[in-house]
Each structure stands twice: as structure tokens, then as C-alpha cells.
């Protein structure tokens, strides 16, 4: 660089990421992480790292694999930091996550390590699931967001009908959901009458406590 | 011109009289012949009676003896879970070892089987005047249900030597099934090969594995393939499909159609690439607006054909959107087009 300025840390990892250099990416969140503030870490370098890595996705400059590897990347070195990943965010909902009627399970796993690279303990439901179990789950564990992965149109439109018998039960749940038939409609969470879409896993992140997509 | 002569022209890259249209539908049939979409696939008269009476409804310059992609894990030992309005999906991931795998008889596969009668019955009747498609998904793609999508891309991104164990019993399998649809009648094979495109892994990965493969396969398959990456983006690999050996390519909604024929202009011709996950919501004057649209974009000079962008139109997806999309292609598609 001509400044003679190092570029920011997250951009530092970003490009570790992409190439899917592991060691590097380790020594970068190593140097600039301190053991005593993980959450500032996760913040400051891992998140935006993994934001940008998504936006680079959903325009076609990045791939499905790459989203997947930086985010098993982060999630082991969060892992090694010396507090409990599930400790690691205080005043976290209680989050689940599971995918709608098929066994697909690449974009579930994409998120749910996403969210363990950001701190957040997650509940899996796993795959195959139908509106009724995930419904029961949701009641049983007492889940305040639920992140729901579908591939097939069929699938996504399922999602209007758990979204009705959450109101219908009177359950306050926030529903995000993300998949290939949200990213190629993108008007298609709203007619689920969803919270909020995510385009990938770092926005799901995002969405965890905050505005609609 | 009949459909054959219709397409045919489009794939040599000139004008017909008009704009070839694929619409895939498939379950459709099922509602054509008041099935369940269960029943509707258990038997090859079924299917051929759906192929019938959708072609006649709606016109379309193609049939098809295909069914439902999870028939070639079917094939390795999977399930098919069917549901009743929407395409069957597999089950669980059926591969465990690699190591001892081998390659099954596509013709011992009762699924298969089916859909190779079915394709025997279309050619039989309808082949001299219409393309009969058979579909084959590529063994890079294949172990997306075969092992599952993370495992799949542990084994993958690990450089394991399992993953070319794999590529290898794939790749008999592959073959033999498209040279059987080929055998059988069909016209061409569509070559489903989602993760090779760069909406799943890096080209340069591509490159080096499933792009690689393709080029061997297309090579082997004894008659004319179209690749299609069923809904991924094509433009950064366009000169590898160009130069897989493939006679078409089937494109995203996801890309500029006026992009993808200048990428692919003079080389290969295009298949595409109508949003079918938003088709489900079109009104009759959005489904006319967006044929008018690819047909400007696309249509001069020939090399294209007019089709969903993902190779399958969603059950959900309603007769009057669909007949919308035929008369548009209709009207607006004959050449020269303005």
C-alpha cells in the first residue's frame, strides 16, 4: 500500500478467508484478538469479515464453499478461546435453527456456525423437519428466533403455515428465514409472513435481534 | 418447422421460425391426469400420458421421460421422499463408505427404469418430430445426495483421495445412464451440474474437478449435451462450457440475459432463464412482460431457446402463468424478432 497503512484486520482475514488459508486466518485472529475480549474480537474482526465474505456471495464474487470454509474457520478459533463458546454472548435469545421438509443441510450448517463464530449457543433441530415438529420444538425449548433453511419453493411456502400457528398459539417468535428460494424472490419471506430474510449466513447473524432484511 | 427442426436450428446457433420453448414441466402431469404426484411416477404410462396432454395444452417444443432427480440416488441405495405438491426430494444421504463403493446398473433401478421406458414410449411416437430430453446429474453433483452438501464439500475442499474414488464410480455410473436414455431414444442429454458453477465453488476449483469431469463425460455420452447449472451463474466459466463440449447451456436468473449471450454469442447456445421461484406470483402480464423481455435480449441471431432458469417449474405454478408464458413466446418469438 502506498499510505504505508496496514489494511484493518477483518480485511486482513477476509482475504485469509477467501483463500481458504486456515493457518493464516488463525495467526491474523490470533494477533489481533485479545483472549481477555473475545466478543470485541468477534465483533470487530470475525464479523465484518464474514458480512463482507456474504455480500461477495449473494453478488456472484464469492462462493457457496468459501462462505462455508470462513465460517468454519472462525467457529474453530472461536472455539479455542479460552471461555465456552456458549458463554460468550450474556444476554442471548434462545435460538434455534432447523431445516423445512428436506436434507439439505449445507445453508443450516453455513448459519449455525456463523452464529457459534459469533458467540451466539444455538439449538439444532436438524433436517427433515415438518411444520408440527418444529412447531412442538419451538414450544417444548421455549425459542424466541428461529432460523429456517429451505431449498425447494415448496418447502418455503411451508413456512406461512408455521408462521400462522405461531400466532394462532400466541408465541411471540422471531422467524428468519434464508435459502435459494428467498434469495431468488425476494419478496417471497414476506408472503410467509416471516420476520426477516437473510441473503446469507453473516447477515443471519445480523438479524439475530434486529431489523427485518 | 417441426420442434426437432425448431430446436435443432437453435443449437446450430441460427434462426428458426421462432424462438424454440422448453417448459419443463414435469409434476404438471400429475394434475393433467388427476394423480397423486406419487401414483403419477409409478408407472411409465402415467408420465407419457402427462407429457401428451401438457405438450397439448400448452404446446413446448420438447418432452421428456425424466421424473425426479432423487431417482439416481434411488439408484445408490437412497430414499425418495414424495410429497403431494411439490417435486419428490431425497431422503437421507445413503453413502457410507466410499471406499467399497460401486457403481449400480442404472437398468436394475426400478425409478430409472421407468424413466427409460417412458422415454422408449416418447421417442417411439413422438421422436421424428420432437427432441426427447433425457436428464443425467453429473457425479460431481450427484454426492450433494449422495453424502450430503457438507460432506460433500469436507471431502471435496480436503483434497481427499476419497473424493476422486468417488468422481470414478460417479462417472461409470453417469455415463452408462445417459448412453441407456441415448439408446432408448432419447434426443439429447440435459448434464445437471450445480456445483461446478461459481455459485458453489471457486472457478479455479471448478476448473480442476467438476469442469474437468464434465469434459471427459460430455466426451463419452453418445449424443448431444446440454449443461445446465440448474439456477448457478455461468459467466466467470463461460469459456470452460464453451469449451466442455456441450451444445447449450442452461442459465441463471440470477446473470443478465443480455450478458450471457454476448458471453456465449457464436459458441454454444443458451437455455433460459425465467425466474421459476417468483413464476408461482406472476400475474398473465408479468409472466407475458418477462418472455418479451428475454426474447429482445436473447432471441437475435438464434442460439437460444426460452426456458425456466433452474430446468423444472415449480408445482406451484399455476395454468393460466404457464399458458401466459406459451402465447407470449408465441407472438413475440417468431423471426426476426424486433
Redesign the interface.
Known amino acids: 500500500m502506498k499510505s504505508g497503512k496496514a489494511a484493518p484486520p477483518a480485511v486482513v482475514l477476509e482475504m485469509a478467508l477467501l483463500s481458504?488459508d486456515r493457518v493464516g486466518a488463525r495467526k491474523i485472529l490470533k494477533d489481533s484478538c485479545s483472549m481477555d475480549e473475545p466478543y470485541q474480537c468477534i465483533s470487530d474482526v470475525v464479523e465484518p469479515a464474514l458480512r463482507s465474505i456474504g455480500v461477495k456471495w449473494a453478488d456472484?464474487e464469492?462462493?457457496?464453499?468459501?462462505v462455508?470454509?470462513s465460517g468454519r474457520i472462525c467457529e474453530e478459533f472461536i472455539r479455542s478461546l479460552p471461555v465456552p463458546s456458549s458463554g460468550i454472548r450474556p444476554d442471548q435469545p434462545v435460538i434455534g435453527i432447523g431445516v423445512l421438509?428436506?436434507?439439505?443441510?449445507?445453508g443450516k450448517?453455513t448459519v449455525m456456525t456463523a452464529l457459534h463464530a459469533s458467540g451466539y449457543r444455538v439449538i439444532d433441530y436438524g433436517a427433515?423437519l415438518t411444520v408440527s415438529d418444529l412447531l412442538e420444538k419451538i414450544k417444548d425449548d421455549g425459542i424466541e428466533v428461529i432460523f429456517i433453511s429451505a431449498l425447494?419453493?415448496?418447502?418455503a411456502?411451508k413456512v406461512r403455515e408455521l408462521t400462522a400457528s405461531l400466532k394462532e398459539a400466541g408465541l411471540s417468535v422471531r422467524v428468519i428465514v434464508g435459502g435459494?428460494?428467498f434469495l431468488?424472490?425476494e419478496?417471497?419471506w414476506e408472503?410467509v409472513d416471516a420476520d426477516a430474510f437473510a441473503h446469507d449466513a453473516a447477515e443471519a447473524v445480523s438479524l439475530v435481534g434486529g431489523a427485518s432484511s | 418447422m417441426t420442434s426437432l427442426e425448431r430446436t435443432e436450428a437453435a443449437l446450430s446457433l441460427t434462426e428458426a421460425d421462432r424462438v424454440p420453448l422448453i417448459l419443463n414441466l414435469t409434476m404438471h402431469g400429475a394434475r393433467e391426469t388427476g394423480l397423486s404426484i406419487r401414483e403419477y411416477y409409478s408407472d411409465p404410462a402415467n408420465v407419457v400420458l402427462g407429457q401428451e396432454r401438457l405438450r397439448k395444452r400448452y404446446g413446448g417444443d420438447i418432452m421428456t421421460g425424466f421424473c425426479y432427480g432423487a431417482a439416481e440416488a434411488e439408484a445408490f441405495g437412497g430414499e425418495t421422499?414424495f410429497?403431494d405438491?411439490?417435486?419428490p426430494?431425497?431422503?437421507?444421504?445413503p453413502i457410507r463408505d466410499i471406499e467399497s463403493l460401486e457403481a449400480p446398473d442404472p437398468a436394475t433401478s426400478p425409478a430409472l427404469l421407468r424413466m427409460l421406458t417412458t422415454t422408449r414410449i416418447l421417442a417411439d411416437r413422438y421422436g421424428d418430430t420432437v427432441p426427447i430430453a433425457g436428464v443425467a446429474i453429473s457425479p460431481f453433483s450427484l454426492p450433494?445426495m449422495q453424502l450430503?452438501?457438507?460432506r460433500y464439500?469436507d471431502l471435496?475442499?480436503a483434497e481427499d483421495p476419497l473424493f476422486w474414488r468417488l468422481m470414478e464410480v460417479n462417472r461409470e455410473f453417469c455415463i452408462t445412464w445417459a448412453s441407456l436414455q441415448i439408446e432408448a431414444g432419447a434426443t439429447a442429454i440435459v448434464y445437471f451440474d450445480p456445483v461446478s458453477s461459481?455459485?458453489?465453488?471457486?472457478p479455479e476449483?471448478a476448473r480442476k474437478t467438476g469442469l474437468a469431469i464434465a469434459k471427459e463425460i460430455i466426451r463419452e455420452i453418445p449424443g448431444p449435451v446440454a449443461y445446465h447449472l440448474a439456477?448457478g451463474?455461468a459467466?466467470?466459466i463461460a469459456k470452460d462450457l464453451i469449451g466442455s463440449g456441450a451444445v447449450a447451456v442452461g442459465v441463471s436468473?440470477?446473470?443478465s440475459l443480455a450478458d450471457l449471450k454476448e458471453a456465449f454469442k457464436g459458441e454454444i447456445a443458451i437455455i433460459g432463464n425465467l425466474?421459476?421461484?417468483?413464476m408461482?406470483?406472476w400475474s398473465m402480464d408479468t409472466a407475458t412482460q418477462k418472455v418479451r423481455e428475454a426474447i429482445e435480449m436473447a432471441a437475435p441471431g438464434g442460439g437460444f431457446i426460452l426456458s425456466d432458469n433452474h430446468g423444472e417449474i415449480?408445482?406451484?405454478v399455476q395454468d393460466p402463468v404457464i399458458r401466459a408464458i406459451a402465447d407470449a413466446a408465441d407472438l413475440y418469438g417468431r423471426y426476426p424478432v424486433p
Request: glycine share 10%.
Open positions: 481458504s456472484g464469492a462462493s457457496l464453499s468459501q462455508y470454509v421438509e428436506d436434507y439439505h443441510t449445507l450448517e427433515g425447494m419453493l415448496r418447502a411456502l435459494a428460494p431468488f424472490d419478496h417471497l408472503e | 421422499i410429497f405438491d411439490g417435486p426430494n431425497a431422503g437421507a444421504p450433494v450430503g452438501f457438507g464439500l471435496l475442499l461459481p455459485t458453489i465453488i471457486p476449483l439456477s451463474r459467466l466467470p436468473a440470477l446473470e425466474d421459476g421461484v417468483s408461482h406470483r415449480p408445482w406451484q
